[in-house]
């Protein structure tokens, strides 16, 4: 009888093993449920998890440079000046009297305030500063009285040496006949006033100190384009009537983009 129920005891022990056996590999661990899920996850279109990496630094190397030398002939900087009676620093009746005889008015004259001319001239310098494009509109001024015309370099309220003459450039009435006067200035009209200094006279009306005091010309399109960005250039027309202060001053100051 003890016999008979020792082999029943152990055929029911080998019957609840293998069913616990079962059960657990039926069971996922939890890291099976991770990957599991992750695996389910990826194939269902969720994003791949995201790799940290560390990061390093890659040096860019910019663009190469576009270049034109031809463009040193298209305009660069540009003034402009408002020519008018109200800018000249004297009444012509005020003339200092060791003024001499050729800078003296030969007709009578009309004060600033009874004066209707005024004028709108452009300076325009090429990149390079090889030449200065003006123009010159005037109005009500009759071109057989105009006896000067000049670019001269000085701050305002002051008459400042020649710079620029431009009866080098052509007959003066001809060119102011339509009352629009244009030119073209290069380093060779500078040099013709620069020639001109004769005598005691000559060495103080003509030519530009680039910095006021200290020795040194300005010899050139660009020592030009300088004086006018330091606001010290200015036009000045004289006619018959008003010759040593002049008709109409304009002073050179940058246009506003």
Do not use: W
């Amino acid at each position: 009888m003890n016999k008979r129920l020792f082999i029943t005891a152990l055929l029911l022990s080998g019957i609840c093993l293998a069913a616990c056996q079962r059960q657990e590999s039926a069971t996922p661990t939890p890291v099976q449920s991770q990957v599991t899920a992750t695996s389910s996850a990826l194939s269902a279109g969720a994003p791949h998890p995201t790799v940290h990496q560390n990061p390093t630094s890659v040096a860019t190397a910019p663009e190469p440079a576009t270049l034109d030398p031809a463009q040193g002939q298209a305009i660069g900087s540009v003034f402009q000046a408002f020519l008018s009676p109200h800018q000249e620093p004297g009444e012509e009746k005020d003339t200092p009297a060791l003024i001499p005889q050729q800078f003296r008015s030969t007709e009578p004259s009309l004060l600033r305030s009874e004066r209707l001319a005024h004028g709108h001239g452009l300076l325009r310098f090429t990149h390079d500063l090889s030449k200065v494009y003006v123009d010159v509109q005037l109005e009500n001024v009759n071109p057989d009285d105009v006896i000067m015309f000049h670019i001269h370099c000085g701050k305002p309220d002051q008459l400042g040496p020649i710079l620029i003459d431009f009866a080098h450039s052509g007959d003066l009435p001809e060119n102011l006949a339509d009352g629009l006067f244009s030119v073209v200035l290069t380093n060779e009209d500078i040099e013709m006033v620069l020639a001109s200094q004769h005598g005691l006279i000559g060495g103080y009306t003509l030519g530009c100190p680039i910095v006021p005091g200290v020795p040194g010309e300005v010899k050139t399109i660009a020592g030009m384009e300088h004086i006018a960005r330091q606001g010290e250039l200015y036009f000045n027309l004289h006619t018959k009537a008003q010759t040593y202060f002049g008709d109409i001053r304009g002073q050179v100051r940058p246009v506003d983009e």
